[in-house]
């Protein structure tokens, strides 16, 4: 590896490394807003269940670089426009989380629900002191993977003129110059190794009840306002 090189362009891999977090962080955080309620409502609904757990299976199969170039088309912006990636990105991530949360709100019992009710609760109640809590752990697993495949598939932007990481294996590639190459591929699995730790964490910071490992503990409700 050219340790002079990579002294040299400093500042055009953190700019690039920067870059590259910021097109990943917002389409990761906003699938998750995005799919719990679809979730939610797949959950409640065999209707919506039919219709959205296919549909992003079918989302997902969709070709990334040519997404890239459709959506300027759709969304009326320009073809190096970020915002063309961080859509096609927000839409696989949901495409992967919709299931994932439809699975985890699946998995909370019928009987937690019940008791619930039975205290008083209304039910978006439910949904946010019950339903949500219970089903972190589901959701936080599948964020990861969905953290994971948002930031590698970042990289193809720069097939498109989008400057993230990306840039170094195209560059590379084409100057036949390792150095960047791996570069590319280290600061992405930085990022990845850097979002994994933080969601799980929060993860962590959301589920307290899990902490004692080993230990059963009762679901308690909160009284209900």
Same mark, same amino acid.
């Given at each position: 590896?050219n340790?002079?090189w990579?002294d040299?362009?400093?500042d055009?891999?953190?700019q690039?490394t920067s870059h590259?977090?910021v097109?990943?962080?917002?389409?990761v955080?906003?699938?998750l807003?995005?799919?719990v309620?679809?979730?939610?409502?797949?959950?409640?609904?065999r209707t919506?269940?039919?219709l959205?757990?296919?549909?992003a299976s079918?989302?997902?199969?969709?070709p990334?670089?040519?997404?890239?170039?459709?959506?300027?088309?759709?969304?009326g912006?320009?073809?190096?426009d970020p915002i063309?990636?961080?859509a096609? /990105?927000? &839409?696989?991530?949901?495409?992967? =989380? @919709?299931?994932t $949360?439809t699975?985890?709100f699946d998995?909370v019992g019928?009987?937690?629900r019940?008791?619930?009710?039975?205290m008083?609760y209304?039910?978006s109640q439910v949904?946010?002191?019950v339903a949500?809590?219970l089903?972190?752990?589901?959701?936080?697993?599948?964020?990861?993977?969905?953290?994971?495949?948002?930031?590698?598939?970042?990289?193809?932007?720069?097939?498109?003129g989008?400057p993230s990481?990306?840039?170094?294996?195209?560059?590379g590639?084409?100057?036949s110059?390792p150095t960047e190459i791996?570069i590319?591929?280290i600061?992405? /699995?930085? &990022?990845?190794?850097?979002?994994? =730790? @933080?969601?799980v $964490?929060?993860g962590?910071?959301?589920?307290?009840w899990?902490?004692?490992?080993?230990?059963s503990t009762?679901?308690k409700?909160p009284?209900s306002a």
């Amino acid at each position: 590896m050219n340790t002079r090189w990579i002294d040299e362009n400093r500042d055009q891999i953190w700019q690039l490394t920067s870059h590259h977090a910021v097109l990943g962080i917002i389409p990761v955080v906003v699938s998750l807003v995005l799919s719990v309620p679809l979730g939610w409502w797949a959950h409640r609904s065999r209707t919506a269940r039919r219709l959205l757990v296919p549909g992003a299976s079918i989302l997902y199969a969709l070709p990334s670089l040519p997404l890239f170039v459709l959506l300027p088309l759709i969304l009326g912006t320009k073809i190096l426009d970020p915002i063309n990636v961080i859509a096609a /990105l927000t &839409l696989y991530g949901i495409a992967l =989380l @919709v299931r994932t $949360a439809t699975d985890a709100f699946d998995s909370v019992g019928r009987s937690v629900r019940r008791d619930a009710v039975a205290m008083g609760y209304s039910n978006s109640q439910v949904f946010w002191r019950v339903a949500l809590p219970l089903a972190v752990p589901a959701l936080t697993a599948g964020m990861r993977v969905v953290s994971a495949s948002t930031l590698s598939l970042v990289s193809v932007g720069a097939l498109i003129g989008v400057p993230s990481l990306g840039y170094f294996f195209t560059d590379g590639y084409q100057r036949s110059f390792p150095t960047e190459i791996w570069i590319g591929i280290i600061g992405t /699995l930085v &990022l990845a190794i850097v979002f994994d =730790l @933080v969601i799980v $964490a929060v993860g962590r910071l959301l589920t307290p009840w899990q902490r004692r490992k080993g230990e059963s503990t009762p679901v308690k409700f909160p009284a209900s306002a």
